[in-house]
């Protein structure tokens, strides 16, 4: 399946870029954490775009649609 | 388990070695560690924390000085300080939650993470077992959850959460598969390699069942030989930043939101007048049930059956808590989503199959508890329900007024006659072996074990509706 691949190419590239653990009592799971930073990149770029979108926005004075506290992301349905 | 005296240390609190819950007079107190303590004197003086609990998000918790009685029997047992916090009416557990109420316990846990991470806190856990309910208002009861946030760190809960809220409410959403049997019979929640297996090829179109089940499942069995190969060094975790987490956060927060109930409008319709009497029958039955309701004031009432609450809403007149259990889903969702709307309900919906209740059950049997050890109501409602528990369930009617005595409750209770047309329709199918359910029995029964105080007649003899009281 193609998104799955696409899935494993990022996995494989946030590998690279670790640094060490530090966990609670409970286990977070070895293949939830990689989860959890595919969800996060696809979710950070969303937020970023969505801060500068609103950034510009507020700019030229304009309230933006259904403004709120839940800035979409992009990892939504 | 008992530790000195009147000091009760709760069963189901153990795993986070960093506190331990004691009950001493009517009153919940938490034992914290140093490092819990050092947490607990930051995160009380910050704004956002003090407004999540002067809204009732979070437990109202005080930290006791260290000469209160009951704060130095706790500090002996070796714990840095004691916290004090407000009493739950009575606890309750995700599987016996409506699909509405584990959605806005899932939000509410949401919206607690997101706050705490703008102010640089995170939860440590995502356990549905952290929030309970003061009527139908959710509230957070795991002080001790929260902690620094570690820049670089991720979200350690993610998965818990996933297993405790998401999973159940995208199988119950998507695919109308009842999550209660499974929250019930495995307390950690729906693992995602399990759940993967209930949903069809086609959900995987839906983004959310994409990402958190199926790859979340793959990407759990791609590392699951970390176990196998006896690795035992921690593998390098990915660096996430604080967008990340919170954008996450903020993406399940929207999903979950959406979340609903298949068909939601036929069953809200279906549930809108279902009841078998004539308006006559109907007010006297009413009545009858709010003259014995006003004689004091009560303060724990169960309304067992208790179908969409209509007498658990007169109850909730007279008495300081009402419990309102039903086996039927959607007449306790339809109840909660009334009671919502109140600013501040007293009436506490909860799903069981009543030949069923909640057992113990747990490490040791005691982690969680049964319904009678919860708290015992001063009255029990059983309203149209003793030909379900005869005749549907099979409960002999000697064992199940016995259970009912066990409360040592008073009871106001209604025996739908075999003639009413309700009975006749559970017997529709069966062979008649319920020779014995008769009035004359149900009272000889009765008057064993209880003292009957008042009676009517109601749909002109066919149900009869009593006032017992227990026999000393």
């Known amino acids: ?77 | 388990m008992n530790i000195c005296g009147e000091l009760e240390a709760d069963t189901g609190s153990f795993r986070d070695r960093n506190n331990r819950v004691y009950y001493a007079e009517r009153k919940v107190l938490r034992g914290v560690s140093e490092a819990a303590l050092k947490n607990w004197s930051k995160i009380s003086g910050q704004q956002f924390f003090k407004k999540m609990m002067e809204n009732g998000d979070l437990i109202p918790t005080k930290l006791l000085p260290a000469t209160d009685r009951n704060a130095l029997t706790i500090l002996k047992e070796g714990w840095a300080g004691v916290l004090q916090h407000q009493k739950i009416p009575f606890i309750s557990y995700p599987y016996e939650w409506t699909f509405g109420m584990l959605k806005d316990s899932a939000l509410l846990h949401l919206d607690i993470l997101e706050r705490s991470l703008k102010s640089g806190w995170i939860l440590k856990d995502a356990t549905a077992y952290n929030v309970q309910w003061i009527g139908t208002k959710p509230t957070f009861i795991d002080i001790i959850s929260f902690e620094p946030y570690k820049e670089g760190n991720p979200w350690g809960g993610y998965r818990q959460f996933c297993m405790m809220f998401l999973i159940p409410l995208l199988l119950k959403a998507y695919r109308d598969v009842d999550y209660i049997p499974l929250l019930r019979s495995d307390l950690e929640g729906i693992d995602p390699v399990q759940a993967v297996k209930i949903f069809p090829k086609s959900s995987l179109f839906r983004k959310a069942v994409f990402l958190h089940i199926f790859l979340h499942a793959k990407l759990q069995m791609a590392f699951s030989d970390d176990k196998a190969s006896k690795q035992t060094e921690p593998r390098k975790a990915i660096r996430h930043s604080k967008a990340m987490v919170l954008g996450t956060i903020q993406g399940l927060h929207r999903i979950v939101q959406r979340l609903d109930l298949q068909n939601k409008e036929t069953i809200w319709r279906n549930y809108a007048d279902c009841h078998s009497y004539d308006e006559d029958s109907y007010g006297q039955k009413q009545a009858f049930v709010r003259k014995h309701l006003q004689s004091t004031r009560w303060k724990l009432v169960w309304d067992i059956g208790c179908n969409t609450g209509t007498f658990s809403q007169i109850c909730s007149e007279f008495s300081d808590y009402v419990i309102s259990i039903d086996g039927d889903q959607y007449a306790i969702e339809a109840l909660y989503q009334k009671q919502k709307q109140k600013a501040k309900g007293n009436i506490l919906p909860l799903i069981m199959d009543l030949s069923n209740l909640s057992p113990n059950q747990g490490w040791l049997g005691q982690e969680r508890k049964d319904l009678e050890s919860r708290g015992q109501p001063e009255l029990l409602l059983c309203l149209a329900l003793i030909h379900h528990m005869v005749i549907s369930a099979n409960i002999p009617m000697r064992d199940y007024l016995g259970w009912i005595r066990q409360m040592n409750a008073a009871v106001i209770i209604e025996f739908v006659g075999p003639g009413d047309e309700m009975t006749k329709v559970l017997l529709k199918n069966k062979v008649n072996q319920y020779t014995d359910y008769t009035k004359e029995n149900f009272e000889q029964i009765a008057r064993e074990r209880f003292l009957m105080v008042d009676s009517c007649p109601l749909k002109g003899g066919d149900r009869e509706v009593y006032f017992l009281k227990p026999k000393s």
């Open chain 1, 1 to 77: 399946m193609k998104q799955y691949r696409i899935a494993c190419l990022v996995v494989l590239f946030l590998l690279v870029f670790s640094v060490d653990s530090s966990y609670a009592y409970i286990d977070p799971g070895s293949g939830s954490i990689i989860m959890t930073a595919l969800l996060g990149i696809i979710a950070a770029a969303g937020y970023t775009i969505r801060m500068y979108v609103h950034k510009i926005k507020m700019f030229f004075g304009k309230k933006p649609d259904g403004e709120s506290d839940h800035q979409p992301g992009a990892n939504d349905e």
